[in-house]
């Protein structure tokens, strides 16, 4: 058990495949691999979740909102008519396909590891729309601002909905346009509190980070669930368990493993 935690804590920026653990610990059969690390991926999104309540941000923050996978689907596809007949009352037309976007929302910390994350609906636009913008609603009910502590302010890349959730909240705040390829812009007066440079730079990292390496290109979007959702839930399982990696250090690292480790046996 200990071999494996530390094959696990040593690579928290890509999610542990069985194929690690197989190479790493020997005599490790690949359907005992995919057991543990689906268990321990399991007690990483719970801890995640349980940990994100007591974390607070404050100083320059950063706010986006990202599309973890998308899915083409046929325009008589049962499982989503829903979403596709509220669609196709705004076209002209109706279109044979449509795009269906998993959606995750983000808020961190700069010069820190804060990560503070919120599943958002799933967004199904036209094939040759861009990737449909956060809404003001999904922000509110997202329960992200209420992790910020003064004196804060925000950087978005320009979705429309920012703005009037942080005016409304007495927020500061400052955007970029990335439809404009604007993804930084110098601050001019302003608090000396804040950073003079806008932008989400170091939230797109990490979106790079857990939709480009963490979460497996292999996995697939779609899925039948329990709750009558259609999109596959283990996404949010990973991004839960990039977020538990990503916001502790090395030393708390150390005491996660221990934590988890009883969690982790018990599932195994």
């Given at each position: 058990?200990?071999?494996?935690?530390?094959?696990?804590?040593?690579?928290?920026?890509?999610?542990?495949?069985?194929?690690?653990?197989v190479?790493?610990?020997?005599?490790?059969?690949m359907?005992r691999?995919?057991?543990?690390?689906?268990?321990?991926?399991?007690?990483?999104?719970?801890?995640?979740?349980?940990?994100?309540?007591?974390?607070?941000?404050?100083?320059?923050?950063e706010?986006?909102?990202?599309?973890?996978?998308?899915?083409?689907?046929?325009?008589?596809?049962s499982?989503?008519s829903?979403?596709?007949?509220?669609?196709e009352?705004?076209?002209p037309?109706?279109?044979?396909h449509?795009?269906c976007?998993?959606?995750?929302?983000?808020?961190?910390?700069?010069?820190?590891?804060k990560l503070i994350?919120a599943?958002?609906?799933?967004?199904?636009?036209?094939?040759?729309?861009?990737p449909?913008?956060?809404s003001?609603?999904?922000i509110e009910?997202?329960?992200?601002?209420q992790?910020?502590?003064?004196?804060?302010?925000?950087?978005?890349?320009?979705?429309?909905?920012?703005?009037?959730?942080?005016?409304?909240?007495?927020?500061?705040?400052?955007?970029?346009?990335?439809?404009?390829?604007?993804?930084?812009?110098?601050?001019?007066?302003?608090?000396?509190?804040?950073?003079?440079?806008?932008?989400?730079?170091?939230?797109?990292?990490?979106?790079?980070v857990l939709?480009?390496?963490?979460?497996?290109?292999?996995l697939?979007?779609?899925?039948?669930?329990?709750?009558?959702?259609?999109t596959?839930?283990r996404l949010?399982?990973?991004?839960w368990?990039?977020?538990?990696?990503y916001?502790?250090t090395d030393?708390?690292?150390?005491?996660?493993?221990?934590?988890?480790?009883?969690a982790?046996?018990?599932?195994?």
């Amino acid at each position: 058990m200990q071999a494996l935690l530390v094959v696990c804590a040593n690579r928290w920026n890509r999610a542990t495949s069985p194929e690690d653990l197989v190479s790493a610990v020997p005599g490790m059969g690949m359907l005992r691999a995919s057991h543990f690390a689906d268990a321990l991926r399991a007690a990483e999104a719970t801890a995640a979740q349980r940990r994100q309540r007591s974390i607070t941000l404050t100083g320059n923050l950063e706010a986006d909102a990202t599309g973890l996978r998308q899915l083409v689907l046929k325009r008589t596809n049962s499982n989503f008519s829903n979403a596709v007949q509220a669609l196709e009352k705004k076209l002209p037309k109706p279109e044979s396909h449509y795009r269906c976007w998993v959606r995750i929302l983000g808020l961190c910390e700069r010069k820190t590891r804060k990560l503070i994350l919120a599943p958002i609906p799933d967004k199904v636009v036209t094939l040759k729309a861009k990737p449909p913008p956060e809404s003001k609603q999904e922000i509110e009910e997202s329960g992200l601002l209420q992790h910020i502590r003064r004196p804060a302010k925000v950087y978005s890349d320009g979705a429309l909905s920012w703005p009037p959730v942080l005016r409304a909240r007495n927020l500061p705040f400052a955007e970029t346009c990335h439809q404009n390829h604007q993804y930084t812009k110098e601050l001019a007066g302003g608090s000396r509190k804040f950073s003079k440079l806008a932008g989400t730079q170091c939230l797109d990292r990490r979106w790079g980070v857990l939709c480009n390496d963490y979460v497996p290109k292999t996995l697939n979007a779609k899925s039948r669930n329990e709750d009558g959702s259609h999109t596959n839930a283990r996404l949010f399982t990973y991004s839960w368990s990039f977020a538990l990696r990503y916001n502790f250090t090395d030393h708390e690292r150390v005491r996660l493993w221990a934590a988890l480790g009883k969690a982790v046996r018990e599932a195994a």
